[in-house]
């Protein structure tokens, strides 16, 4: 893009902002991305030429059957694992080779994670374990209480503080879950088969939360192998051995 630094009003000293990431490109980008696991004398494709482009404010659900590579591929989205092949852009930014200490800094700070089993940490209160990726990334007492409080209330669980995760339902430790994935103010939210632990109730009030975060203006990527749980997403993208298969727009 032609773009000049001479064409700012008088005055403005500032240096010319980085390419606009609204401006038609997407939040996150995956082209031609695949994944091969070793072990003995086994090699699994668990993903082979993926292309995927989530926008801001999207909500979209991966869904297939069982081993299709759902999992591996949130995981990959999510910097918790690296592609053996392919690119991957996260807000602009090439993540596909960061060294170890700055895909973890990345993710600490941009992506929130919500898993299956919770992933609560059990000798922690709800409030602690929602603080604590805030501690870890070194923010201050203060607006760690801050964030704290309102992701707790957002999903209403702040009269849950004081509990440890085994006091609470499954439906109650998922949102407590989703507290501390909001907390950080993520670019992206991250699911993986969410309601999977959780009866049909939980699982619904679980999903009108996902909803509703969305509505408010999350972009959210969430994994599931239920059909009926995909139809919340606005967009569908189906996985069958480890391969872009179709993708349905909900509306
Ligand atoms: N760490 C791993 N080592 C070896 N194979 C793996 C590993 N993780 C996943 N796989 C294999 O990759 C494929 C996709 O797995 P996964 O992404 O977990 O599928 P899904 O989440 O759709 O059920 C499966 O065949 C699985 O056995
Ligand atoms: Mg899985």
Known sequence: MATTTNDRPAGESRPVAPADDTNGLALLKLDSLSKVF???????HALSGV?????RGEYVAISG???????????????????????????GV????????????IRNRQIGFIFQSFNLIGDLTVYENVELPLTYRGMGAAERRKRTGEALERVSMAHRSRHLPAQ?????????????????????????????????????AVMALLQDLHAMGSTICMVTHDDRFA?????????????????????
């Open 38 to 44: 070793v072990t003995d004398e086994v090699e699994t």
């Open 51 to 55: 292309h995927l482009e989530i926008a």
């Open 94 to 105: 090439s993540v596909q080779s960061l060294a170890f200490a700055e895909r973890a800094r």
């Open 168 to 204: 609470l339902s499954g439906g109650q430790q998922q949102r407590v879950a989703v507290a501390r994935a909001l907390a950080g103010d993520p670019i992206i939210l991250l699911a993986d088969e969410p309601t999977g632990n959780l009866d049909s109730s939980n699982g619904d």
């Open 65 to 91: 059957p069982s081993g299709c590579g759902k999992s591996t591929l949130l995981s990959i989205l999510g910097l918790l694992d690296t592609p053996t092949g392919g690119t991957y852009q996260l807000d």
């Open 231 to 251: 139809r919340h997403a606005e967009r569908t993208i189906h996985l069958f051995d480890g391969r872009v298969v179709d993708e349905r727009r909900e509306r």
